[in-house]
């Protein structure tokens, strides 16, 4: 069964971005060694669960950048990964992608989601796409976070836990510490009577392949 791994930039008041979406505070403590981190993480994956918000602005974006031949080899390497890795995004209005190797999907998000999970392969990883973690988080269909948090407090904006969620404990597997200060804190995700529930979920979505 493939895991669900989110992969977030995070201040360290727990903001993904600004009031408006800002993510100048995110670029400006970016580095070379954060770079190859990011890309060896994508490596482990072949899957890429998008909003669609998040999925409209990194279409409009890695096309061009997996082509840029000035680009740091540690972004070029992730941007041909994002290029060539399956996209899956899930969006009830959106109804067709201009980016290679996307798949809308819709409807019941933990039906479509534990389909996805129950494929053989590498991790599935999600980037941004507040909406749909919180969501997934309820539903207690996340197994890991990475949380790369900035040295930066921006005092508003979107949190990343903004809602009452699902009951879970987070047990640390791995933390590095980068040039900038970011500190990238790697966590499984371990929720209240899992056992139950998962025997509950197996039952009703039995293994099928998803398409």
């Not at 602005?57 to 680009?71: F, H, N, R, V």
């Not at 999970?117 to 749909?132: A, D, V």
């Not at 371990?190 to 979920?201: G, Q, R």
Request: charged residues 20%; aromatic residues 10%; hydrophobic residues 45%.
């Amino acid at each position: 069964m493939k895991n669900i791994v989110v992969s977030m930039n995070i201040t360290l008041d727990g903001y993904m971005s600004g009031p408006d979406c800002e993510l100048n505070w995110h670029f400006e403590s970016w580095t070379e060694d954060m770079g190859r981190r990011l890309a060896a993480e994508l490596g482990k994956a072949d899957t890429v669960l998008l909003g669609r918000t998040t999925y409209q602005a990194m279409a409009s974006y890695w096309p061009a950048k997996g082509i840029d031949l000035l680009a740091a080899r540690e972004d070029l390497a992730f941007a041909v990964m994002m290029n060539s890795h399956r996209k899956i995004v899930y969006s009830n209005t959106l109804k067709k992608t201009a980016w290679n190797n996307s798949i809308i999907i819709n409807g019941d998000l933990e039906n479509a989601v534990l389909r996805l999970k129950q494929e053989q392969g590498k991790h599935i990883i999600i980037y941004g796409s507040g909406q749909l973690i919180a969501s997934m988080l309820a539903a207690g269909l996340i197994d890991e976070f990475q949380l790369w948090i900035h040295p930066v407090m921006l005092g508003k904006g979107k949190a990343l836990f903004r809602t009452a969620l699902k009951t879970c404990t987070l047990h640390l597997l791995q933390s590095e510490v980068f040039s900038s200060g970011v500190v990238l804190l790697h966590y499984r995700v371990s929720y209240l009577a899992s056992t139950a529930e998962a025997s509950s979920l197996a039952e009703r979505f039995p293994t099928v392949p998803f398409s």
